[in-house]
């Protein structure tokens, strides 16, 4: 059954510390997303990728890091740099057709 | 500045009546519609569509319209039920399949039994 991963569900940080969070899709889909949902916020997206081994930031990329070494995987790495981490994260993956098909989120949580 | 809103953060109405959401939008150059659904904790699903050249499209208790003078569209429920509780967010697209979507910041619906 084809779809987008994500993980961990939750997913707790101590201040200072890196965290990756994992995006893993098997749609066959070239285009991938890494949105932040807030409360009242709507989602705002940090960056995308349209192809291996290229991406953009996108409107809140500063603190955040990414990769897309292969077509399946496009990981998010939150860094010490991103001052407010507490949030919703949500990944999307674009095929042939306009709409997004998004992962279930992580909640990360700084402790 | 935001391109897609949706004004109104809430919205509360009674079982079996009919929901209307509403999104305006900016940008001219958008020329396709999304509408979708959001539990909690969950990722966003797809509901609708609609492409710039229609103004109604319709898939089950679910109808989109798009007045494009207006750049306004909106979403009809009926009937609304309960388990159509949820976050509801409308997102625009230009620049063909491969553009980015802009999203509103979300309508919660409540529907009361």
């Known amino acids: 059954d084809g779809g987008i991963t994500q993980s961990p569900k939750y997913l707790f940080r101590k201040e200072g510390q890196n965290v990756t969070l994992s995006c893993e899709q098997n749609l066959n889909h070239d285009a991938m997303y890494w949105y932040r949902q807030d409360p009242g916020q709507g989602l705002r997206l940090i960056y995308y990728?349209?192809?291996?081994?290229?991406?953009q930031k996108g409107d809140i990329a500063e603190g955040y890091s990414v990769s897309r070494e292969k077509k399946e995987s496009f990981p998010l790495t939150v860094t010490s740099a991103q001052k407010n981490p507490t949030a919703f994260y949500l990944c999307?993956?674009?095929?042939?057709?306009?709409?997004?098909?998004f992962g279930s989120g992580t909640r990360l949580t700084v402790v | 500045d935001q391109q897609v809103k949706q004004n109104s953060p809430s919205l509360s109405v009674q079982e079996g009546r009919i929901s209307i959401l509403n999104c305006d939008y900016t940008?001219?150059?958008?020329?396709?519609f999304l509408w979708y659904k959001k539990y909690p904790a969950e990722g966003p699903t797809f509901l609708i569509s609609?492409?710039?050249?229609?103004d109604k499209n319709e898939d089950g208790r679910f109808t989109v319209f798009l007045n494009k003078s207006a750049k306004h569209l909106s979403l009809h429920i009926v009937p609304s039920q309960p388990g159509d509780s949820a976050v509801y967010f409308c997102a625009a697209n230009y620049g063909g399949s491969q553009g980015n979507l802009i999203f509103g910041k979300g309508t919660k619906l409540s529907v009361k039994p």
């Open positions: 940008n001219s150059m958008f020329d396709y």
């Open positions: 609609i492409s710039s050249i229609k």
């Open positions: 999307a993956s674009q095929g042939d057709a306009y709409g997004y098909t």
């Open positions: 990728s349209q192809i291996v081994n290229d991406f």
